[in-house]
């Protein structure tokens, strides 16, 4: 069961996640925040999996408590759903460490599936901003990898593509022949080493160093 806080500063778009949550199996939503010092709290005392969090809040905004819930509570993934698609909220938001980014006019199998998906280590972002995010990384992107990735061997490279692909561990194991445990410690070695605290992050330098080509 994926245990789920909802972060909004409206009642009733609380309300009404947690009505469609209601009938996903597999997902439970433990509690709710109205705005980012809440949500900080509320991970702290029941553990979610995943929060829901929106950004544009009251007091501490969404990308503030996203970093410190990341920072705090490295096991607890967020889920960024909000109506903003504003460059700096996008951008704000990945570097906070949010593993993923969607926009409140998904439709409830989109949710669910990036709730899933999130829990379950794999990073969302919505198509409608996907471009916004790349078209950023390319343009802040060296000439070259220079010594950023140089100390990664070529497997962790191949688990690093795939990754950034948005591919699980699982699934990454499958396509490397590997077991699940030996990509979680590339995957781990693979952050050490970038210096990065999640995959979102790693993923995001993937792209800028034009690691993520479909060349498998």
């Known amino acids: 069961m994926i245990r789920v806080l909802i972060c909004d500063d409206q009642v009733v778009v609380r309300e009404g996640l947690r009505a469609i949550l209601s009938t996903a199996r597999d997902i439970e939503v433990v509690g709710e925040a109205g705005d980012g010092a809440d ?14 969090m929106d950004l544009k809040m009251p007091g501490v905004n969404g990308v503030q408590a ?34 993923g980014y969607l926009l409140k006019d998904t439709s ?18 919505d198509p409608s901003i996907a471009g916004k995010l790349l078209s950023h990384v390319a343009r802040s992107a060296p000439t070259t990898q220079s010594t950023v990735v140089a100390d990664l061997t070529e497997r962790e490279l191949g688990v690093l593509r795939l990754l950034a692909r948005g591919l699980s561990n699982s699934d990454i194991a499958e ?42």
Do not use: M
């Open 39 to 52: 949500a900080v709290e509320k991970v702290a005392l029941l553990a979610p999996d995943v929060v829901l």
């Open 175 to 216: 396509r490397l022949y590997l077991s699940e445990g030996t990509v979680r410690n590339y995957v781990s070695s693979i952050l050490t080493k970038l210096d990065v605290t999640d995959r979102t992050q790693a993923a995001v330098l993937a792209l800028r160093y034009g690691l993520a080509a479909d060349d498998t």
């Open 108 to 125: 409830r199998e989109g949710l669910v599936s990036a709730i899933k998906g999130t829990a379950s280590g794999k990073s969302f972002i």
């Open 66 to 99: 996203t970093r410190t819930i990341r920072d705090r509570y490295p096991r607890t993934r967020v889920l960024v759903l909000t109506t903003y698609d504003a460059d700096e909220w996008v951008f704000d938001a990945v570097r906070s460490g949010a593993g």
